[in-house]
């Protein structure tokens, strides 16, 4: 994706007054709207507030033209205002079952929702999403949350400097794991900080609220235990998670981990049903066939819309759509890449391509991008699909090293580019997938670079005699949640495809 495609995303800032049409928004509100809003316990003040709105999708703009068609159709719309006091993002619930739930007009993440609460108080509550700060503000208790398109980052962390925090997302497992995440950035920073567990089968604050009886009664007890098991227990025993790890393992017991198909069903099986959160690092010399293998499994998983990026240091995008245009066909790359097929066949396959690149986005790095901007990237489109995509990278080695970091061997760089990596997958809650070369001979990648991977796979090719059907073995060296092993793969060149 260039950079031209990325600033097309959404109209820029000053191509629409964000006031004016909030109040268009607000004009619109509707008796669904309100019995919605009902349904979540927001009562008519908080919508007054708040400045909600709600759109009904008869708008006849359009997105392409910097305008906004029916982008929000049957949402509610929150502003989110910066430390300024002025709108700069719209964010939609959809008050249905379509996805994504929540919509970002810009996807303005720097600025927190409902800031002002930390102006008089020294104890906040950082909440999962907007829905619980309505929640909260309605019951007279402080509360903030990062936009529900975003998660809390380290540029947030001064805006609570010097608060006592009650950290309450989501009660599930990322839910929990980002309670932890957050509460580790928030200690170092010197804040005291307590974690607020709420009761089986309630989802988050807004819905404790609905659910229980004495709801603010209810909240304020458990913040309480909070305080109370961090005074007695300044390191707490672990018991209290004894019930989530019991749920989690019966989940793994039932089949219901969501992990993501490869479409190898061997390699499925040795990863326990796919990909999951983490790093997983694909090593082999050079040419063979590294990039080809990505580009499969990232086409399998965007045709089974599941969104997708591909981050190349080493290919062009077209070099890549050649690839997948050649798999489709069921011909050798080359013929596709020297311009040796039939202009109506290419044409024909760019059409079954058309319904992989709906949930793909490639983006052509040059030696001059960075990881800071592409994970900027990243994130944008996160926001515009709506949820956090798997993410294929390559290759590590031509990655470069930010501008002004202090020298360092070749090892240590790519150490350094993986932990990257992994921390990326620990914060965005998803897989990265990675390629990275190992010179002839070697059988492994450094110690150093993966120890930072969950899962490591080595491509080695084995003795053929037929050119155009190359025998590979794909040995997993390391599985930190599963089992090592080989996978035999054969690699089909007349037909750029893998197969087991």
């Known amino acids: 994706m260039t950079s031209l495609e990325r600033k097309q995303l959404v109209p820029t800032l000053a191509a629409v007054d964000l006031d004016g049409l909030l109040g268009y928004y607000q004009k619109q509100m509707r008796e669904e709207a309100y019995f919605y809003l009902q349904k979540r316990g927001i009562t008519e003040e908080t919508v007054q507030q708040y400045r909600m709105g709600f759109e009904i999708g008869k708008i006849g703009f359009y997105v392409d033209q910097n305008q906004l068609g029916d ?232 045709l089974d819309q599941t969104p997708v990026v591909f981050v190349s240091w080493d290919m062009t995008n077209f070099e890549l759509w050649s690839r997948s245009i050649a798999r489709i066909i069921g011909i050798a790359p080359q013929k596709v890449l020297g311009g040796k097929v039939d202009p109506d066949q290419v044409t024909e396959a760019n059409k079954q391509y058309a319904k992989i690149s709906k949930m793909l986005w490639m983006i052509e790095c040059t030696m001059d991008t960075t990881l800071d901007q592409v994970a900027a990237s990243i994130e944008r489109i996160a926001v515009n699909v709506g949820k956090e995509p798997v993410i294929f990278i390559d290759h590590l080695q031509r990655i470069p090293v930010a501008r002004g970091a202090i020298p360092q061997t070749w090892q240590q760089q790519q150490a350094a580019i993986a932990y990257t990596l992994k921390q990326w997958s620990r914060e965005w809650n998803c897989p990265i997938i990675a390629a990275t070369a190992i010179e002839l001979g070697q059988d492994n990648v450094p110690d150093s670079v993966q120890a930072s991977a969950d899962v490591v796979m080595i491509m080695q090719p084995t003795k053929s005699e037929d050119e155009q059907h190359q025998a590979i073995s794909l040995v997993l060296t390391k599985n930190r949640n599963g089992m090592i092993g080989n996978i035999p793969l054969i690699f089909h060149n007349d037909r750029a495809l893998f197969t087991e």
Do not use: W
């Open 71 to 302: 982008y929000f159709e049957h949402r509610v719309i929150v502003p989110i205002h910066n430390y300024e006091g002025e709108i700069v993002d719209l964010i939609g619930r959809a008050i249905d079952n379509r996805e994504p739930k929540y919509k970002a007009l810009y996807g303005m993440d720097q600025y927190l929702f409902n800031y002002t609460a930390l102006d008089d108080t020294d104890e906040i509550v950082l909440c999962n999403g907007i829905f619980d700060v309505l929640t909260l503000n309605q019951a007279k208790m402080p509360a903030t949350c990062v936009p529900d398109f975003s998660i809390f980052k380290e540029h947030h962390l001064p805006l609570l400097a010097g608060k006592r925090v009650y950290i309450c997302m989501g009660n599930d497992e990322s839910g929990r794991r980002e309670s932890t995440r957050i509460e580790a950035l928030l200690r170092e920073q010197g804040n005291e900080t307590y974690i607020v567990n709420l009761p089986e089968t309630i989802r988050d604050i807004n819905d404790l609220f609905i659910r229980a009886q004495n709801p603010s009664e209810t909240f304020l007890s458990l913040v309480s235990q909070a305080v109370e098991e961090a005074t007695l227990a300044p390191v707490a025993p672990d018991i209290k998670n004894s019930t989530v790890y019991l749920e989690e393992y019966m989940k793994r017991f039932r089949g219901q981990v969501a992990n993501i198909r490869t479409g190898f069903a061997k390699l499925d099986t040795q990863l326990f049903g796919g990909f999951g959160n983490g790093l997983y690092l694909l090593a082999g010399v050079g040419a063979v066939g590294k990039s080809m293998l990505l580009k499969q499994i990232a086409d399998q998983l965007a």
